[in-house]
T-cell receptor, first 113, second 112 residues
Framework: NAGVMQNPRHLVRRRGQEARLRCSPM?????VYWYRQLPEEGLKFMVY????????ESGMPKERFSAEFPKEGPSILRIQQVVRGDSAAYFC???????????FGAGSRLTVL | DQQVKQNSPSLSVQEGRISILNCDYT??????FLWYKKYPAEGPTFLIS?????DKNEDGRFTVFLNKSAKHLSLHIVPSQPGDSAVYFC???????????FGEGTQLTVNP
């Protein structure tokens, strides 16, 4: 029973490139959350999705960032035209409907050169 | 607007003693609270939770206390073990399935 799977674990991009981070939730989980941890900071909520729907994107930067959770396949966090300040660990978490406890993946570490 | 605050960035204790990690919140709508533990280069793992209708929840060496009037909760670990050395995050949620809002984390170091 695999947990929350994130890939890639490490991603290096140059300024201006695009970064795509993928998250496969635990089996049976229909809710996906993305969090970002900047260096020396805590976990900041970005977006909450259910299949084909964005439920809460109040933590998403207004530009360059987007997220989706299609009917089939993993959830994708997309960052366009990356800048050095986007360097961080991006964590995906999932849960099933009605649950409080989020299960986190191991994270994707983005480095922008 | 930081709804959850962990004012101690770090805490160091001796093995076998009690570790007390503190957390304050401002959002009165939080219905439940969770503590997560995080090792370097890994994702956070769930530790223990408490509903807003309770004031204490215990699970083995871990106990969480909630003081709603003070908007304060604490995590007690006793006895502390070197393997408990990690960053601990406190989080609050308003309704089931809603986002969790986390504090900045406290680095706990348990010395042998």
């Amino acid at each position: 029973n695999a947990g929350v799977m994130q890939n890639p674990r490490h991603l290096v991009r140059r300024r201006g490139q695009e970064a795509r981070l993928r998250c496969s939730p635990m089996k049976g989980h229909s809710h996906v959350y993305w969090y970002r941890q900047l260096p020396e900071e805590g976990l900041k909520f970005m977006v909450y999705l259910q299949k084909e729907n964005i439920i809460d994107e109040s933590g998403m930067p207004k530009e360059r960032f987007s997220a989706e959770f299609p009917k089939e396949g993993p959830s994708i966090l997309r960052i366009q035209q990356v800048v050095r300040g986007d360097s961080a660990a991006y964590f995906c978490a999932s849960t099933f409907s009605g649950a409080n406890v989020l299960t986190f993946g191991a994270g994707s570490r983005l480095t922008v050169l | 607007d930081q709804q959850v605050k962990q004012n101690s960035p770090s805490l160091s204790v001796q093995e076998g003693r009690i570790s007390i990690l503190n957390c304050d919140y401002t959002n009165s709508m939080f219905d439940y609270f969770l503590w997560y533990k995080k090792y370097p280069a890994e994702g956070p793992t769930f530790l223990i939770s408490i509903s807003s209708i309770k004031d204490k929840n215990e699970d083995g060496r871990f106990t969480v206390f909630l003081n709603k009037s003070a908007k304060h909760l604490s995590l007690h670990i006793v006895p502390s073990q070197p393997g408990d050395s990690a960053v601990y995050f406190c989080g609050g949620g308003e309704t089931s399935g809603s986002r969790l809002t986390f504090g900045e984390g406290t680095q706990l170091t348990v010395n042998p």
